[in-house]
Structure formats: C-alpha cells, structure tokens
C-alpha cells in the first residue's frame, strides 16, 4: 500500500515532524510505502494561479508530481498544527492546488458545477492528526471543532475517502515529555490501525 504523508510546520524539530516520523516508521513497519512531503522543506507554493484552474491545465512540476501521487496512492495522511481553526496557509493551498478538478473530483458531462461532484481519489482511508495549544472541550465548546467538519466533510469525503481518522494532541505549549511520548505512540498506533498490516 502506498500511503502519501504530508506535513505542514515551518520549524525543522517540532512536534509535528516527531508525529510525521513516527507515522511514517508505522507505516514502514506495517509493509507500507510511504511517499513523505515535507511541504516546507519542499518550499511548496500554496499560492493558486489563474492559469491552474481549469481541468487539465498546465501545471508546475512540483504540483504535478503531487496530483500524480494522490491520485494514485492507497491512503493519505496529513499532519499540521491548527492555526485560526485551520491549517497552515502552505497546507490549504495544496490542497487548492493538489485535490484539483480532474484530479481529486469531476462533475458530470454538462454539469457546470453546480451539481454533486464525482469523486475521483482511489484512497479510501485517510489520518489526519492535529497539535493545538487550545483545551480540547474549549475547542469544540467555543468553535465548534471547526477541523473536523473542514478535513472530514469539505475535503477528504468531496474526494472520495471514506474513512477519515482524526486526532488531536495538545495542549502542546504546556506538555510534558511524557505526555508527548504518549502523543506519538497514540500517533503509531493510529496510523497502524488506519493502515494495516495487509496479507
């Protein structure tokens, strides 16, 4: 199984790359492969041109190499901090730029969009896990859990995956090493679960 892992967090070191390691070890140790993007260190352009819009336009070669993959993997997962009850800017814009018309969905022949899309993604599973410096029960008491709907229902479902797993660990500001050793045997177990071993 191919399973593509994307990671959005501008500081090398961070909790966030310690969770993309440890998902990406689970995986390797499952029988997987897993196809890494560090979307910073890969100095990702979020910004979407006018010229990319339309199915089937040209597109950066780096962008290309990302549609190519998600189109063709087995499973996604996504690791990132929740800024302002989203993602980073670099993470929204791939998927601007990634989950793409003729990539990622179609709509039917003289549908102008308007109508229900058809989902194109073979991945059927995804893991998307999340840090937060934000009390979890403040999280969903006073925004909603804004994330969950966003991943779950506006992204990964319009695509095709069915089965979306989302974690969220934090207070990361205030953790203990315990606490993240924790976090990231949550974060290998998910992945384990998400993903298993197959034959």
């Known amino acids: 199984?191919?399973?593509m892992v994307i990671l959005a967090h501008p500081k090398q070191g961070s909790f966030n790359h310690a969770i993309a390691e440890a998902v990406v070890a689970a995986l390797r140790a499952s029988g997987h492969r897993a196809l890494f993007h560090d979307l910073y260190q890969e100095r990702f352009d979020p910004v979407l041109p006018l010229s990319e819009i339309r199915a089937g336009a040209e597109l950066d070669p780096?962008?290309?190499?990302?549609c190519r993959e998600v189109a063709s993997c087995d499973g996604l997962a996504i690791v990132h901090p929740n800024w302002w009850g989203g993602p980073p800017a670099i993470l929204k814009g791939w998927v601007d730029r990634v989950l793409r018309a003729?990539?990622?969905y179609r709509f039917e022949t003289g549908d102008d969009g308007e109508g229900v899309p058809v989902p194109l993604l073979r991945a059927r599973s995804a893991l998307v896990l999340n840090t937060t410096d934000t009390p979890l029960e403040r999280e969903r008491a006073v925004f909603g859990d804004p994330?969950?709907?966003v991943w779950k229902n506006c992204i990964l479902r319009y695509c095709g995956v069915q089965e979306v797993v989302r974690r969220t660990y934090g207070v990361i500001v205030t953790s203990t090493p315990e606490e993240r050793r924790g976090w990231l045997e949550d974060a290998w177990v998910r992945a384990g679960e998400v993903f298993p071993r197959r034959g």
């Open 147 to 149: 994330l969950e709907s």
């Open 102 to 104: 003729g990539v990622a």
């Open 1 to 3: 199984m191919d399973v």
């Open 62 to 66: 780096l962008v290309a190499q990302h």
